[in-house]
């Protein structure tokens, strides 16, 4: 029955065209046949015999004399390459192994497919590295028992619905392909077939990528995380301030990492003075702040680095007007500093020397803004002493505000000569 549909499609073209004609490749056919005079009876007639002929079904569009034809000439050629013993008679097996440019040009003729002819049932196409999705064209073939498309790189989803419909395939094979993993494992599809047909296709959970799944969770993973928290304390413990603000415990506290950041490794750039015990130094923070950085060089005591500590954390609760900002301190094993906030402003002692004091408004100004740093200080941090002297008054950048710039901190004498520097406001 096949066989004889096939006759009546071939028959029509080799009534008029000896497939001997047939000589040049098929794309120089299409370009210079054209359909005979008497073709599109043919065609009828052919199809008054056996109107199940898949171009008699006109019932969705219209015959097209021009396509048919131009299939024909495909189909002789196609049925030529497949080395199909008797083209004439019949053309059960499109066959195109290993020949990756013809399979593609072929796959590439729609109105072939559109027509698939009903002996056709086996299509082979595999190792052809078509790199596409899945050639659906071939499913106009509906009649097919076999298709394989192994060894190809067809990439995307297998279109299951359409397989599924194709009631006579018992032969499929997909393996060696690129598809997408589908969820197909234990369908109906899949039962159809098995897995055997599609082996390294991408379709089935593949046992290696598993695998190496379970080995990156179980080790690379683990490994990951140690390393991360490694990473991670060692930032606390040398530079928090690398840390996001919201993750440091105790902002204020300089871990001696961070001071010698700060100051270029106490580069001689960065020293500022040099006193007995302290030498201070313009650093800079990672925030970009600028800071005064006062390192105590002297050895201290156990014991002693308590006390400093908790004169610090007193200190860092100064709020005035007049106080210079304390930002934090250091207080590891070899380095003790305190940080406080950078103020271009000369200090009062070069300021009462310079022309711009002259007015005794600014100058009583000046010892008001002093005085009310110091009764703060008295009322509020009795505990707390402080070094007021006219150098060590700084003038804050903007304001001309006064800042009383150092506490005594690291040494704990205590020392005050307010009396003498407010005498010297007014007598230099
Ligand atoms: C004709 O095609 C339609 C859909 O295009 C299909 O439903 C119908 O079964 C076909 N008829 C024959 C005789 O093939
Ligand atoms: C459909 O095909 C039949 C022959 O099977 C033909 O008589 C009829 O004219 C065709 N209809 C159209 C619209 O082409
Ligand atoms: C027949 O199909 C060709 C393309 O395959 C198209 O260019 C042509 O317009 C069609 N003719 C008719 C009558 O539909
Ligand atoms: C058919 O294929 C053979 C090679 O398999 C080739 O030599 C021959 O020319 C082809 N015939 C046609 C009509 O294309
Ligand atoms: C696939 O085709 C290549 C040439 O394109 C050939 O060398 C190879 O042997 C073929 N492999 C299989 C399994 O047919
Ligand atoms: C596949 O099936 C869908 C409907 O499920 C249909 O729209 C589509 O045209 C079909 N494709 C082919 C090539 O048969
Ligand atoms: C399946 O094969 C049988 C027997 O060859 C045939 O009658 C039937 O039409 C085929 N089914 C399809 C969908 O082509
Ligand atoms: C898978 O199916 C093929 C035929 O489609 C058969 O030859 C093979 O034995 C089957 N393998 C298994 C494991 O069932
Ligand atoms: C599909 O092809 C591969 C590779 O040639 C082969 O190993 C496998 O057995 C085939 N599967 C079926 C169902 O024929």
């Given at each position: 029955m096949a066989s004889s549909l096939f006759i009546f499609f071939l028959n029509s073209l080799s009534n008029f065209l000896p497939l001997s004609v047939l000589s040049a490749t098929v794309l120089e056919d299409l370009a210079t046949l054209t359909p005979p005079p008497d073709f599109t009876t043919t065609i009828t007639t052919n199809c008054l015999h056996n109107p199940l002929l898949r171009y008699c079904n006109n019932t969705s569009s219209p015959m097209n004399i021009t396509e048919i034809f131009r299939s024909t000439i495909v189909a002789s050629h196609l049925c030529n390459e497949s080395k199909n013993p008797n083209c004439i008679d019949s053309f059960p097996k499109i066959r195109i192994h290993s020949r990756p440019k013809t399979a593609a040009l072929y796959l590439s003729f729609d109105f072939f497919w559109k027509y698939c002819h009903l002996t056709v049932v086996e299509i082979q196409l595999g190792n052809n590295s078509l790199k596409s999705e899945f050639p659906t064209n071939a499913l106009s073939c509906a009649q097919i028992r076999t298709l394989d498309l192994s060894y190809n790189q067809l990439t995307g989803s297998v279109p299951v619905q359409n397989l599924s419909r194709l009631t006579n395939l018992t032969h499929l094979n997909l393996s060696y392909n690129w598809f997408s993993e589908d969820k197909?494992?234990?369908t109906e599809f899949f039962n159809r077939f098995n897995a055997s047909s599609f082996i390294h296709s991408g379709l089935l959970p593949d046992v290696k990528r598993y695998k190496m799944r379970v080995l990156v969770l179980l080790v690379v993973f683990p490994i990951v995380v140690i390393l991360l928290c490694c990473c991670l304390g060692w930032l606390c413990l040398?530079?928090?301030?690398?840390?996001p603000r919201t993750c440091r415990r105790r902002s204020h506290k300089f871990t001696s990492a961070m001071i010698d950041a700060a100051t270029d490794e106490f580069s001689d750039q960065r020293l500022v003075s040099k006193r007995s015990g302290v030498d201070i130094h313009r650093g800079t923070l990672r925030d970009g702040r600028e800071a005064k950085i006062e390192v105590y060089t002297e050895k201290v005591s156990k014991e002693k680095r308590r006390e400093f500590e908790e004169e610090c954390e007193a200190v860092l609760k100064l709020r005035h007007k007049n106080l210079v900002k304390v930002l934090g301190w250091c207080n590891s094993r070899n380095l003790r500093a305190l940080v406080t906030e950078w103020t271009n402003g000369e200090n009062v002692e070069t300021w009462l020397s310079s022309s711009l004091a002259s007015s005794w408004r600014r100058r009583l100004r000046v010892v008001m803004g002093v005085v009310e740093g110091v009764c703060y200080l008295w009322e509020q941090w009795p505990e707390i002493t402080f070094d007021l002297n006219t150098s060590s008054v700084l003038l804050s950048d903007d304001d001309q505000e006064p800042l009383i710039s150092q506490?005594?901190?690291?040494?704990g004498t205590v020392h005050q000569q307010i009396y003498s520097t407010l005498d010297c406001f007014f007598w230099r």
């Open positions: 197909i494992l234990n040398k530079r928090p301030d690398y840390l506490f005594k901190i690291g040494d």
